[in-house]
């Protein structure tokens, strides 16, 4: 049974940094293809950042480029979202998704097979 489980999220203050964790189990995590979408109030899910099962390669959504990192440990079926200098627009609740590998870029969350709950993040000005 997959499972994913996000850790993390906060109330902060805009300029800081936060770092969400997701804990996978149930599943041969290094080899699947992993991501983050966010969430607004009355907004659509969208994409955040991608990353290949090896990790070796990365992709961020512009909003989120140059702010944001992503990496993953295969050795403890982690991964994480290093989220700095945050903005009053980066206020949703995050989740993580797992997709089994593909040699190329998946942003729509409904290439996703499976999902986690949810962290809330809340950015203050």
């Known amino acids: 049974q997959v499972q994913l489980a996000e850790s993390g999220g906060d109330s902060v203050q805009a300029g800081d940094s936060l770092r969400l964790s997701c804990a996978a189990s149930g599943f041969t995590f290094s080899s699947y293809d992993m991501s983050w979408f966010r969430q607004a109030p009355g907004k659509a899910r969208e994409f955040v950042a991608w990353i290949t099962w090896s990790g070796a390669n990365t992709y961020f959504a512009d909003s989120v480029k140059g702010r944001f990192t992503i990496s993953r440990d295969n050795t403890k079926n982690m991964m994480v979202l290093l989220m700095n200098s945050l903005r009053p627009e980066d206020t949703a609740v995050y989740y993580c998704?797992?997709?089994?590998?593909?040699?190329?870029?998946?942003?729509?969350?409904?290439?996703?097979?499976?999902w986690g709950q949810g962290t809330q993040v809340t950015v203050s000005s």
């Open positions: 998704a797992a997709a089994p590998r593909r040699p190329w870029l998946r942003v729509r969350w409904a290439d996703y097979d499976a």
